[in-house]
C-alpha cells in the first residue's frame, strides 16, 4: 500500500474519530453549577476542549489505521470473509 493511500484513509479515519469522540468529556453548565449567559442553550458545553479532542482522535486514529494497514497486508479479514450470502446458501 502507497503511504499517499495510508495518509488518506489516517485522515478520513481522524475526521470520524473526531466526531465519535466530541461528546466524550463534555459537561453543561448546570452539571458544573456555573451560571449560564442569558440566551444561552441548557445543552451548550462549559468545558469544551478541542486539544484533548484533537489528541484523542489522534491517538485513535492511527490505532485504527494501524489495523487497517495490518489487515490490509496480512488479510485477517477478506472479502469472502464478509460475505453473508453464503450464511443463507
Keep these: 500500500m ?4 495510508i495518509l488518506a484513509i ?6 470520524m474519530s473526531a ?5 466524550f468529556g463534555v459537561r453543561t453548565h448546570d452539571e458544573l453549577g456555573l ?3 442569558p440566551g444561552q442553550a441548557d ?7 478541542p ?5 484523542r482522535a489522534t491517538i485513535l486514529a492511527a ?4 489495523l487497517f494497514v495490518l489487515n490490509y497486508e496480512y488479510r485477517w479479514v477478506d472479502a469472502e ?6 450464511l443463507f446458501a
Design 2 to 5: 502507497q503511504w499517499t493511500s
Design 10 to 15: 489516517y485522515f478520513i479515519v481522524w475526521v
Design 19 to 23: 466526531f465519535f469522540l466530541l461528546p
Design 35 to 37: 451560571d449560564r449567559v
Design 43 to 49: 445543552s451548550a458545553p462549559a468545558n469544551f476542549r
Design 51 to 55: 486539544g484533548r479532542v484533537a489528541l
Design 63 to 66: 490505532v485504527l489505521t494501524a
Design 81 to 86: 470473509d464478509l460475505d453473508v450470502t453464503r
